[in-house]
Every structure is written in structure tokens, then in C-alpha cells.
């Protein structure tokens, strides 16, 4: 029979809660009254328990780590299990070592989990904003094979090496961003502070402002009269465009645009290239099938172009076509890559194959990080440098004309 909570108040007003067992809510109802009581709420038990472990699963889903955390967190397994250390003994170390709370706290619970009786990798997987898909199956297959400890260090180097490369891809996209956003900074303040204070001087000097003088002040009137209508609509504008970008379809004309640009589209194809050979390798080392090792780093790149091209190869892989011919196909991997995987197939080394073409194009990453560093920088400043001098001489002109006049 269902149980039921209530809550009730009683004829001297005090407020009263248990638990009943009827057919229905009616016979709840029914049964309170009988009691003198009036019911004030009444909830199945059932789903008042499924409500709170909904709630339990989206708490969960929603604590994230940063991914050094994670590099960490991986490193101290690997070391703990090669100790020869009981797994939920490892657990309880490293989550007190923690330096990050939520870590911490997922790391207990993932130790309890173990502690009634799941493995490691389910345990995991309740936990999917801090353990991907490509993390837990690595785990899972090293669970199967009883090879964890030699996983947990194959899914270190892993960790480390990935968390590397979006370092540097991240540090070269926030340095140009940094400048621009100090530089925008920079002449909206001349334009609220400063030019307001010397507008009232150049108009009553009854000389004839110059371009760049009467273009600098209309700017600054704009800017202070619509300024916050502007910051809310760029604000408008950039939340809607990343909500955009996020779904499949805006994500893969996103990045069919970027591609097309000349020199950023090679540039992110060797990151793209980069990254799921380096997952590839990875996770066939750890004993993960071709196929699903496919589709997990198909979900591991932000490339919508790549992750539907993969998705397409991966539907043709599981025909019999083998892995290089339907790669070839999509028209979205270079030819190089796609040859190297062509002989790892027939020599039957594709674990090593994927390894030296990750080796490969990480270098490329790199070599064209700095590249675009070194051209990046003096453009900067050269942008810089004109807005600078634009701004000296809408101020010097009328000034010059002032003294002039003055004279």
C-alpha cells in the first residue's frame, strides 16, 4: 500500500507531520480528518523520493572542476593505485588532500558509490560535469581488463597533454583579446573624462574645429548619452550569440565561417587533428575498441564541422569500410593524417600511428602559436599606436588654433 507525508494542524493549532499508509490521497484526507486533524499537506512518498533524487542528479550534473583539477586528480590515482593502495582507501586520501571543495566532495561520494557495491566507472559516470564520457570508458576498460593502474597513468599523460595544448590554444586567443579590451577600455574613458571637460574650452574659443576634433566629441556624446543602451546591447548581443553557438546546428555554421578564414581555418584544423589523435591514441592504448574510441573523441572536439564529419565516418566504419577511407570522405581531415592512419590500418599499428601524428601536430600547434604571437603583437601595437596618435592630434589641432588665435 503507498505511503503518503502529511502535514496537519490540530485543533489547538499545533502543527503535526508523519506518515500514513492508504490506497489514495483521498483516503489520507479522509483518515487526518477522522482524526480531528486539519490536513494542510499531503505528498506520495514515492515521488516526494524520486523529486529529491532528480534534484540530487542536477546538483551533480551541475558542479564542474577546473581541468587541472582533474590532471591532478589523475596523477594522485595513478600514484596511489601503483602503491598498491585499496581503491576506496586511494579514494579517501586523495579526496581529503583535495585543494578544491567540490572535488573533494565528488570524490566522496564517488567512494561511497563504490562502498554499496558500484564500480569505479559507474560511480563516475554519476558525475558527468567532472568525469567525461572519454575518462569514464578509459576507466571502465581498465576495470574490465584489471589493468587500472597502468590506465590511470596511460589517462594521466593523457590528461596532462591535453590540458597543455588548450593552455597554449586559450593563451593565444586571450593575449590579442586582453589588448583590444584594454585599448577599448582605454578611449572610452578619454571619451566620458576627458573630452567633456574640453569641449566647453574649444567651443568658446570660436575657432574652427577640425575633423578628428569634431569626430572625437560627437563620439564622445554618443558614448555618454547612449552608453548604457550600447553596453546592454553588446551584452544582448554576446549572450545570444554564444547561446548560438552552442547548439549543434549555430556551432557547425560557426565553425564552417572560421574555417573559410584564411590562415585561422589551418591553424584550427591542426588543433582539431591534434586532439583526436591524441584521444585516440589514448584510449586505444587503454584497450578501447576503434570504434567507440571514435565516437568519444568525436564528443571531446568543440569543432562542429569535425564532430558531425566523425559521427558520418564512424556510421561507415561500423559498415566494414575501415577507418581511413570514410576519414578520407568527409573532405574535413588533411590528406597527411589521413594517410598515416591509412598505413596504421594496414600495418596494424593504429595505436602508434595515432601517437606520432599527435606528437606531429602538437609541434605544428605550437610552431603556429608562436607564429601568431610574433605577428600578432607588433599589429597590436600598431593599431594601438594609430588610435594613440589619431587621439593627440584631435586634441593638438585645436589647441595649436587656440594658441594661434591667442597670439
Known sequence: MPIFHYKAVSTTGETMSGRLE????????????ARGLLPVEVKDAAETQTAARKESRARKRRRKIKSRDLVMFTHQMNSVLRANIPLTQALAIIGNQAESETLGAVVKEVRESIEEGSSLADAMREHPSVFPPIYVNTVHMGEV?????????????????????????KSAMYYPAGIILMA???????????????????????????????????????????????????????????????????????????????????????????????????????GVPALEAMRLAANTVNDGVVRRSLKEACEKVQKGQGISKPLAQTGVFPTLFVQMVNVGEESG?????????????????????????????????????VVVAFIVLALALPMMKISEVAG
Open 145 to 169: 581488463g584489471g589493468v587500472l593502474d597502468k590506465v590511470m597513468a596511460q589517462l594521466a599523460d593523457f590528461m596532462e597533454s591535453s590540458h597543455a595544448l588548450n593552455a597554449e590554444v
Open 349 to 385: 599499428e593504429l595505436e602508434e600511428m595515432f601517437t606520432q601524428v599527435s606528437h606531429a601536430y602538437n609541434l605544428e600547434v605550437r610552431y603556429a602559436i608562436k607564429s601568431f604571437l610574433g605577428l600578432m603583437e607588433p599589429m597590436v601595437i600598431g593599431i594601438m599606436a
Open 22 to 33: 492508504a490506497l489514495d490521497r483521498a483516503g489520507v484526507l479522509e483518515t487526518l480528518r
Open 184 to 286: 577599448v577600455l582605454s578611449v572610452s574613458f578619454i571619451l566620458l573624462t576627458v573630452i567633456p571637460k574640453l569641449t566647453p574650452i574649444f567651443l568658446e574659443s570660436g575657432v574652427e574645429l577640425p575633423a578628428p576634433t569634431r569626430f572625437l566629441i560627437g563620439m564622445g556624446d554618443v558614448l555618454g548619452e547612449y552608453g548604457v543602451y550600447i553596453a546592454l546591447g553588446l551584452a544582448a548581443a554576446f549572450f545570444g550569440f554564444r547561446k548560438w553557438v552552442r547548439s549543434p546546428e549555430g556551432n557547425y555554421q560557426w565553425y564552417r565561417f572560421l574555417r573559410a578564414v584564411p590562415g585561422l581555418g589551418i591553424f584550427i584544423q591542426k588543433v582539431v587533428v591534434a586532439r583526436i589523435a591524441q584521444t585516440m591514441a589514448s584510449l586505444l592504448q587503454s
